[in-house]
């Protein structure tokens, strides 16, 4: 009988096939293949080097069912995971998330009061949130409750049903946030959340995709200030970059620059957002001056043409954008004297036919006279 490698995999055996009848030899015994399985794993010796055949299918087969069932739970989940799942709830009930308009109608949508506490959210809402459904593995209820079991958070706190989490009324709201802090400016103009803003770059490529990855690796090794933490909020640029909101103001320059001194996070490209929007005005300036210079995106092919010509360029055949225009500026020419030849052309051959009509008549006119 046939059995697919699925099945096999599983642990059904496929049936052997049957021999043609021996005589038995004098002591032998028949045994079936499921008694012989048997009598080799028994026979194997658990001294040996090699194991037998058998027991060396016999455990394929075990490795094979116990990877395919095993799920992430408590006993599969690793410390760091567990770090980055906190870091991710945390980032959910911050300060800065409260204020946002957009997280805070995804809280105030999710609210439930439980057990008379109020403000309680489910696990399967945290567990659909961005800073969590960006996680691999994929999480789930167990591991989040596993996470804060295991991890202190300073400002999270499980319900007693352990299906509910919520910020801890203690830490609500923070001392140093005004209530108001999305209208809040200094004298320059700079607003409370950009002066805590700071812009990385992080030595892997596409950490900036899970928020709760770059907040739990900000907050283990970048040896960041105590009144900088926690995080408040991380907003993706791209993959390679973000905007990470902290809580105490980084425009100090002396506490900015002993930081930045030691160079963490290591492979790290951080710097203030202020500092980030002032190199990308000026990168934004000379790239328009450049291009202003050259003025060839905006300007026609005949100018492109004209201009080249005066100042004495050398006819390009290669690859580039000057070699591109001046090569269309050729086939235009050729065009246009290809057109010009074809209309003298035909001008002239209506002419000579005039011509011959004349001379045909005044021939006509003479022999009639």
Not at 10 to 25: D, N, T
Request: proline share 5%; with cysteine.
């Amino acid at each position: 009988m046939f059995v697919p490698r699925a099945l096999r995999l599983k642990g059904v055996k496929e049936a052997q096939k049957r021999k043609p009848s021996q005589p038995q030899r004098p002591g032998s015994i028949e045994v079936s293949s499921d008694d012989g399985l048997v009598q080799a794993m028994q026979n194997a010796s658990t001294n040996s080097a090699a194991p037998s055949p058998a027991a060396q299918e016999v455990e394929s087969v075990e490795k094979t069912n116990s990877t395919k069932s095993a799920k992430p739970g408590a006993t599969t989940a690793y410390p760091e995971y567990l770090a980055q799942l906190v870091a991710g709830m945390e980032l959910v009930f911050t300060d800065y998330a409260h204020q946002d308009e957009h997280s805070a109608r995804w809280l105030e949508e999710r609210y439930r009061t439980v057990d008379g506490g109020e403000k309680y959210i489910h696990l399967t809402a945290i567990l659909e949130h961005p800073n969590i459904s960006t996680l691999k593995p994929q999480a789930t209820q167990a591991l989040l409750r596993q996470a804060l079991q295991e991890i202190a958070s300073q400002t999270l706190e499980l319900s007693s049903s352990g299906f509910y989490i919520r910020r801890r009324p203690s830490t609500y709201p923070a001392p140093f946030v005004p209530h108001n802090s999305f209208s809040v400016a200094d004298d320059s103009g700079l607003s409370f959340w950009d002066q805590r803003t700071i812009y990385v770059e992080p030595h892997i490529r596409h950490l900036c995709k899970t928020p709760a990855k770059v907040a739990h690796w900000l907050r283990q090794h970048g040896e960041l200030r105590a009144k900088w933490l926690p995080v408040q909020a991380v907003h993706t640029l791209y993959n390679s970059c973000a905007f990470v909101v902290l809580s105490g103001n980084v425009m100090h320059g002396d506490q900015w620059s002993k930081w930045r001194a030691s160079e963490k996070p290591e492979d790290w490209r951080v710097m203030t957002k202020v500092e980030n929007l002032r190199r990308t005005e000026e990168y934004e300036k000379l790239l328009r001056d450049s291009r202003a210079e050259a003025g060839k995106p905006r300007m026609g092919l005949e100018e492109v043409g004209q201009d080249d010509s005066q100042s004495g360029v050398p006819e390009a055949h290669g690859t580039g954008i000057e070699g591109k225009y001046e090569q269309a500026v050729i086939k235009t020419k050729k065009k246009k004297r290809k057109r010009g030849k074809s209309t003298t052309s035909a001008s002239d051959d209506e002419a000579d036919a005039e011509a011959t009509h004349e001379t045909e008549g005044d021939r006509s006119n003479k022999r009639r006279a």
